[in-house]
Each structure stands twice: as structure tokens, then as C-alpha cells.
């Protein structure tokens, strides 16, 4: 568990054991799912977001299309995403589902496809372009690609963590395969099989130790976070997050 998960769970701890030594909790209510015990305490659990809307949860200055976003703004598959310092925004198109951090700017593209309907590439995601900033995110199971200052990284039905510089990239398959590439070197390419975290990446312009694309830590992201992600869009992460979907105030 990390500090911060720590800093957020002792108060539920301490209020928890203070419901049961005042006798509120009944012995009966002891065997209610610890789930159906923290929704209770804490708020509804996230479930999967409504048909027609776009954003679960904002914060700070959130631009879409140059304009300043609400909770009722439509993201579509060609919108350009935008959010300012102390920001973040987290947000549904389609199948596909994202946490954009502060200070990060992502410009999507639509599938298109003969025959494809207007309302259906509408929302079908094809091409992203993070021209900076950090964006974590989860797909369905067409094919996607996301481009960074130094990078292309194609994805197949994939959870990826993703942050972006002028000079270098951090990319972790958080699971899925992803193709990494590096711009400044088509052929220097690395195909990531992972099944939890198993290979973060860095991909520079320049190349270290003779390569362009060398082991990276995990940071930044957790699977509490891929989870809420998956479950906007009606699935699951493909490992088990031990404590499930906790409805909490934190900093995304």
C-alpha cells in the first residue's frame, strides 16, 4: 500500500473501529462485503458512466476544443483535450477511457472506416497525440496508436501509462501488448507483452547507453486508477485490485 492510499484509509480505519465499539454494526451487519461497508461509510462506488456522457470527474482550468469544459461537455473522437496546472480530467469516448493529468494537452483522432456511420466514428477513437503532459488509459479492442514528441506507441486491447517531453517519453504497458517505436529511429522498436507493469519504458530522442529505448521504473499511476477507468466503460482490469473501487477523495 502506498503513503498515500495509507493517509486516506486510516481515518476510514478509525471510524470503522469506532462504529463497531459503539454497537452500530450489529453482528449480522459484520458479514455485509467490506465493498457494500465502504459505499455506506464513503459515497456511491463508480460504476460505468452514462450513455451520452463524456466526463466521470474534472478539476481546475479543462479545456476541450479551446473552450472551457463542464460536466456536460461532449468529448468527441477528433476533440483536442486540454488541462492547466493543478488540473485533471477523466473522461470516456466510446470504448475507450482516460485520466489526463495537469498541465497536459492531447489531441484525439477518429476512426474512419467505408461504411463507418457518422455517430458511430463520432466516438471511435483511432489516433491520440499527446504533445505533452501524462494520460493514463484503457481501450477496447480495436487497434490505437498514441504519438508523443518522441515516441509511437501502437496499442492492441491495452492499459497504458504514458508521459510526455520534448526529449523523452515514459511508456508502461500497465497490461496488453504495445508496439514501441522511436521517432528518431523507426527501425529501434521494443514489443511490450504485459500482464501487470511488467516493462516500463523510457524512449529518448537521444539514445543512452547506445539505445533509444531502455528500462523505466513504475510511477506515477496505480491500479486503483486503471480500475475506475475500466469500469466507466463497463469492464474490469484483466488482475485483481485487492480493496476494489473505493469512492475517496484524492488528487488524479
Same mark, same amino acid.
Given at each position: 500500500?502506498?503513503? !498515500? ?26 458479514? @455485509? %462485503?467490506?465493498? *457494500?461497508? #465502504?459505499?455506506?461509510? @464513503?459515497?456511491?462506488? %463508480?460504476?460505468?458512466?452514462? &450513455? ?8 481546475? #482550468?479543462? @479545456? ?10 461532449f468529448i468527441s473522437a477528433t &476533440? ?18 482516460? $485520466? ?13 472506416? %467505408?461504411?463507418?456511420?457518422?455517430? $458511430? ?7 491520440? +497525440? ?9 481501450? =477496447?479492442?480495436? #487497434? ?9 506507441? =501502437?496499442? !492492441? ?9 520534448a526529449e523523452e517519453s515514459y ?5 496488453? *501488448? ?8 523507426? =527501425? ?11 516493462? %516500463? ?8 547507453? =547506445?539505445?533509444? $529505448?531502455?528500462p523505466a521504473p513504475f510511477k ?16 474490469? *482490469? ?11 477523495? !484524492? +488528487?488524479?
Amino acid at each position: 500500500m502506498t503513503t !498515500r492510499d495509507s493517509e486516506i484509509d486510516n481515518p476510514r480505519r478509525k471510524l470503522l473501529v469506532g462504529l463497531l465499539t459503539s454497537g452500530m454494526f450489529t453482528a449480522g451487519s459484520l458479514l @455485509l %462485503p467490506c465493498r *457494500t461497508v #465502504q459505499a455506506d461509510l @464513503l459515497g456511491k462506488i %463508480p460504476t460505468q458512466l452514462a &450513455a451520452g456522457r463524456s466526463i466521470y470527474k474534472m478539476a481546475g #482550468q479543462v @479545456l476541450v476544443n479551446g473552450q472551457m469544459a463542464n460536466m456536460n461537455t461532449f468529448i468527441s473522437a477528433t &476533440a483536442r483535450v486540454e488541462t492547466g496546472a493543478n488540473s485533471y480530467l477523466i473522461f470516456v469516448v466510446g470504448k475507450d477511457s482516460f $485520466i489526463l493529468r495537469s498541465n497536459s494537452s492531447l489531441q484525439l483522432s477518429a476512426q474512419d472506416e %467505408p461504411g463507418m456511420s457518422e455517430k $458511430i466514428k463520432e466516438t471511435s477513437v483511432s489516433v491520440m +497525440r499527446l504533445v505533452s503532459g501524462k494520460l493514463l488509459s484503457v481501450f =477496447g479492442k480495436r #487497434q490505437h496508436s498514441i504519438t508523443t514528441a518522441v515516441a509511437t506507441i =501502437g496499442i !492492441r486491447g491495452t492499459g497504458v501509462y504514458i508521459e510526455s517531453d520534448a526529449e523523452e517519453s515514459y511508456v508502461c504497458t500497465c497490461y496488453g *501488448t504495445a508496439d514501441l517505436s522511436a521517432n528518431s529511429a523507426p =527501425g529501434n522498436t521494443e514489443t511490450i507483452i504485459s500482464t501487470h507493469h511488467s516493462a %516500463p519504458r523510457y524512449i529518448s530522442s537521444t539514445s543512452v547507453s =547506445g539505445k533509444l $529505448i531502455h528500462p523505466a521504473p513504475f510511477k506515477n499511476h496505480d491500479d486503483d486508477e486503471l480500475l475506475l477507468i475500466e469500469t466507466l466503460v463497463g469492464r474490469s *482490469t484483466p488482475f485483481a485490485v485487492p480493496d476494489g473501487l473505493r469512492s475517496r477523495s !484524492r +488528487r488524479y
